[in-house]
């Protein structure tokens, strides 16, 4: 046995591949789904007058902030419409704080620290670090966040100012937060202070491509345990149009959304509010962009279903993995401290995955057990030689034979 597998490593070696299943990314035929917003014709004024080649309407045109609030269920006045990605927003929303928060910024607390479940978003992890935020990893289970974890973490460590997470198809695993969890959360962090920060990138709220399990609109759930204006929810159509061709939406109350209008008025006078209006003339509604979707999933199922029948092949003595119902990626997790190992080995084949680690802040997995596949962006053809490397890999490391 131990013998084909090394046969399997050089047979695959001799191919010479290059294959780069690093990121979670649209293909080609997701990308053409949204083609006609390439010359789609819009009037050059919004609904309410404004000029959309002119500087003005610094929280997004009214069309794209009704659109943002159907698709979130938060009231239209809660919700503001800008570009590019929700991570962007997220981003502009740690700065906000770490420069102007109330009563203190975060910038003038020794050490402040944010709580991030892990395995996590990598981008998350150096959002963080850029501003010298220590990510304090929680763990996940198959409903949300480790809930006595969170509340050991309150109870012991000082100057935690929030917490931030994907919390629908969590990045890299796949979670949906259930509702109690979701509450639960919000009473705990509530409890603790009235100014912890709730953050959700909600990047892959309408990601679906498998029946999902139900999950009420984050600002209802915020609105039942009154923590509306602790609460930041970000969302885009990064994945739903084009990469950082898209638009945001942003919605919270209170002193969370004073700052973010704070910041933006001086960062940036108004959005591209073009691109706004292509949108909303192209998706028109909430319900337009859900069945917009149901195409994108179409083109992501059969992928996900080669993987898995990749996956379903190796021992379970190796390790297991998560088999997500949306979203853009797939968690491995060894059983033997061995996904450097794994990572390594792909490499020599041709093939690049995410870095081991990287789903951990610092890039420190402590078991080093978690690897994140991506596989929506290559194609099919493709997608197996990287699944047929990748079990090798794991069969190699896991009976440590050497290559």
């Not at 959700?200 to 509306?228: C, G, M, N, T």
């Not at 939406?249 to 002193?255: E, I, P």
């Not at 591209?272 to 962009?289: I, M, P, T, Y």
């Given at each position: 046995m131990h013998q084909e597998i090394i046969t399997r490593f050089n047979s695959l070696k001799e191919k010479q591949l290059s294959i780069d299943i690093t990121r979670g990314?649209?293909?080609?035929?997701?990308?053409?789904?949204?083609?006609?917003?390439?010359?789609?014709?819009?009037?050059?004024?919004?609904?309410?007058?404004?000029?959309?080649?002119?500087?003005?309407?610094t929280f997004g045109i009214i069309e794209a902030r009704k659109l943002g609030s159907e698709l979130l269920n938060a009231p239209v006045e809660n919700v503001l419409a800008f570009e590019h990605s929700s991570l962007l927003l997220t981003y502009q929303t740690v700065l906000a704080n770490f420069l102007f928060a109330e009563p203190r910024p975060w910038k003038d607390i020794k050490n402040p620290k944010f709580i991030c479940p892990v395995p996590g978003f990598d981008r998350h992890f150096?959002?963080?670090?850029?501003?010298?935020?220590e990510a304090v990893p929680v763990p996940l289970n198959e409903d949300g966040v480790n809930l006595?974890?969170?509340?050991?973490?309150?109870?012991?460590?000082?100057?935690?100012?929030?917490?931030?997470?994907?919390?629908?198809?969590?990045?890299?695993?796949?979670?949906?937060?259930?509702?109690?969890?979701?509450?639960?959360?919000?009473?705990?962090?509530?409890?603790?202070s009235d100014k912890f920060l709730f953050l959700f990138d909600h990047a892959y709220l309408i990601h679906d491509f498998l029946p999902s399990k139900e999950q009420r609109p984050l600002w209802d759930l915020a609105l039942e345990a009154r923590v509306e204006d602790q609460t930041v929810v970000t969302t885009s159509f990064?994945?739903?149009?084009?990469?950082?061709?898209?638009?945001?939406?942003?919605?919270s109350s209170g002193n969370s959304l004073d700052l973010i209008k704070k910041v933006r008025t001086t960062m940036i006078i108004c959005p591209d509010k073009l691109n706004q209006k292509r949108h909303v003339e192209f998706f028109k509604n909430a319900d337009s962009v859900k069945a917009h979707m149901k195409k994108h999933a179409d083109l992501i199922r059969?992928?996900?279903?080669?993987?898995?029948?990749?996956?379903?092949k190796l021992?379970?003595?190796?390790?297991?993995?998560?088999?997500?119902?949306?979203?853009?990626?797939?968690?491995?997790c060894t059983n033997k401290p061995i996904a450097t190992k794994v990572v390594e080995l792909c490499k020599r084949m041709g093939v690049l995955i995410t870095p081991a680690g990287s789903t951990f802040p610092k890039n420190h997995d402590p078991k080093d057990s978690v690897i994140r596949l991506a596989p929506t962006y290559v194609s099919k053809d493709d997608l197996a030689d990287?699944?047929?490397?990748?079990?090798?890999a794991v069969e190699l490391a896991h009976n440590n034979l050497q290559v």
């Amino acid at each position: 046995m131990h013998q084909e597998i090394i046969t399997r490593f050089n047979s695959l070696k001799e191919k010479q591949l290059s294959i780069d299943i690093t990121r979670g990314k649209p293909d080609k035929d997701q990308l053409d789904l949204s083609n006609e917003l390439l010359d789609i014709s819009i009037p050059s004024e919004s609904e309410n007058g404004a000029d959309l080649r002119n500087y003005g309407e610094t929280f997004g045109i009214i069309e794209a902030r009704k659109l943002g609030s159907e698709l979130l269920n938060a009231p239209v006045e809660n919700v503001l419409a800008f570009e590019h990605s929700s991570l962007l927003l997220t981003y502009q929303t740690v700065l906000a704080n770490f420069l102007f928060a109330e009563p203190r910024p975060w910038k003038d607390i020794k050490n402040p620290k944010f709580i991030c479940p892990v395995p996590g978003f990598d981008r998350h992890f150096m959002m963080l670090d850029d501003f010298g935020i220590e990510a304090v990893p929680v763990p996940l289970n198959e409903d949300g966040v480790n809930l006595e974890e969170f509340s050991n973490i309150l109870q012991n460590q000082e100057d935690v100012v929030g917490m931030l997470c994907v919390p629908r198809h969590s990045n890299p695993s796949g979670e949906i937060y259930s509702d109690e969890n979701l509450l639960e959360l919000f009473r705990i962090g509530s409890q603790f202070s009235d100014k912890f920060l709730f953050l959700f990138d909600h990047a892959y709220l309408i990601h679906d491509f498998l029946p999902s399990k139900e999950q009420r609109p984050l600002w209802d759930l915020a609105l039942e345990a009154r923590v509306e204006d602790q609460t930041v929810v970000t969302t885009s159509f990064s994945k739903v149009s084009f990469g950082g061709g898209g638009i945001s939406f942003y919605a919270s109350s209170g002193n969370s959304l004073d700052l973010i209008k704070k910041v933006r008025t001086t960062m940036i006078i108004c959005p591209d509010k073009l691109n706004q209006k292509r949108h909303v003339e192209f998706f028109k509604n909430a319900d337009s962009v859900k069945a917009h979707m149901k195409k994108h999933a179409d083109l992501i199922r059969p992928k996900f279903e080669i993987a898995y029948s990749y996956l379903d092949k190796l021992p379970e003595e190796c390790g297991s993995f998560s088999r997500p119902t949306g979203g853009y990626f797939i968690t491995y997790c060894t059983n033997k401290p061995i996904a450097t190992k794994v990572v390594e080995l792909c490499k020599r084949m041709g093939v690049l995955i995410t870095p081991a680690g990287s789903t951990f802040p610092k890039n420190h997995d402590p078991k080093d057990s978690v690897i994140r596949l991506a596989p929506t962006y290559v194609s099919k053809d493709d997608l197996a030689d990287a699944m047929e490397v990748f079990v090798t890999a794991v069969e190699l490391a896991h009976n440590n034979l050497q290559v």
